[in-house]
C-alpha cells in the first residue's frame, strides 16, 4: 500500500530559477498539507487543501509561492523565482477526514520529503 | 538528512529503560495534542494522539499524558529500543476551525545500546 509519495527528493538550483514539487497523496485521502521544515523554524504549515480545494494558505510565505491541486491524486508546490532561503525539506501529508468517536483530526501521513537547495 | 534545528534537546537513555518526551503547549484552547516521530531523512510519522477532554491514553509501548493545568504534554516510551532512536514532535491543534497542527520544535532521543 503506497504512502504518500513526493518527487524530486532532492534538488538543487540557482537562485531565480523555477522550483516545482510534486505531491501524491494516498489514495482516499481527501486532505493534503503542504509543511515546510527548516532548522530555525521547524515544521510549519503552508497551505492545505480539502477535496482539491485550497482551503487555508496563510502560511505560504509570500507571492512567490504557489500550490495547486488539479485533481484528488496530484498536487504541486511551485516557487518562482527561487531564492537561498527557501532552501528547506517541504514535506507533503494527506488524511482522511475527521471522524469517529476519536474524530477531531484524523492522522497525517507524511511522505518523504523534498530537500531544496537554492544556492 | 538533517531535519530539525543544531539546538535540539537531546534525550540519552540506555536500551530497555523507559523514556519521557516532555513538551510544553501555550495555548489553553488547544484541544487536540499529537506527538509524531521523524527518522532521519524521513518524513514524521504518527505515533499516538489526545484530545483535551482526556488525560491519558495508551498505546503500543507508548503513553501520553496530558495536563492542562499546566499545559504539558508528556510521551513516555517504555522498554525503550535502539529502532526508537529518532527526533519526536509534539503538535497541537490550536485555531478552532482551522484544520492544521502547529508542531513543537521536537526533542532528539537517542537510545545507547
Known amino acids: 500500500d503506497a504512502g504518500v509519495i513526493q518527487s524530486p527528493r532532492h534538488e538543487v538550483t540557482e537562485m531565480g530559477q523555477e522550483v516545482t514539487l510534486r505531491c501524491k497523496p494516498i489514495?482516499?485521502?481527501?486532505?493534503l498539507f503542504w509543511y515546510r521544515q527548516t532548522m530555525m523554524r521547524g515544521l510549519e504549515l503552508l497551505i492545505y487543501?480539502?477535496?482539491?480545494?485550497?482551503?487555508?494558505d496563510s502560511g505560504m510565505p509570500e507571492d512567490r509561492f504557489s500550490a495547486k491541486m488539479p485533481n484528488a491524486s496530484f498536487s504541486t508546490l511551485k516557487i518562482q523565482p527561487s531564492e537561498p532561503r527557501d532552501s528547506a525539506v517541504y514535506f507533503c501529508?494527506?488524511?482522511?477526514?475527521?471522524?469517529?468517536?476519536?474524530?477531531?483530526?484524523?492522522?497525517?501521513?507524511f511522505g518523504e520529503g523534498s530537500r531544496l537547495t537554492v544556492l | 538528512g538533517e531535519s530539525v534545528g543544531l539546538h535540539l534537546p537531546t534525550l540519552s537513555v540506555q536500551e530497555g529503560d523507559n523514556s519521557i518526551i516532555n513538551c510544553a503547549y501555550s495555548?489553553?484552547?488547544?484541544?487536540?495534542f499529537i506527538w509524531y516521530k521523524q527518522e532521519s531523512g524521513k518524513g514524521p510519522q504518527f505515533i499516538i494522539d489526545i484530545r483535551s477532554n482526556m488525560d491519558k491514553r495508551q498505546g503500543q509501548r507508548v503513553t501520553v499524558l496530558l495536563n492542562k493545568t499546566v499545559k504539558h504534554l508528556s510521551l513516555q516510551i517504555a522498554a525503550t529500543q535502539p529502532g526508537d532512536s529518532a527526533v519526536y514532535f509534539c503538535?497541537?491543534?490550536?485555531?478552532?476551525?482551522?484544520?492544521?497542527?502547529?508542531f513543537g520544535s521536537g526533542t532528539r532521543l537517542q537510545v545507547q545500546p
Open positions: 503538535a497541537e491543534n490550536n485555531e478552532a476551525g482551522r484544520r492544521a497542527l502547529t
Open positions: 501529508a494527506s488524511s482522511l477526514p475527521p471522524g469517529g468517536a476519536y474524530g477531531l483530526y484524523g492522522e497525517l501521513f
Open positions: 495555548n489553553s484552547a488547544s484541544d487536540y
Open positions: 489514495s482516499g485521502h481527501d486532505y
Open positions: 487543501f480539502n477535496n482539491n480545494v485550497p482551503i487555508d
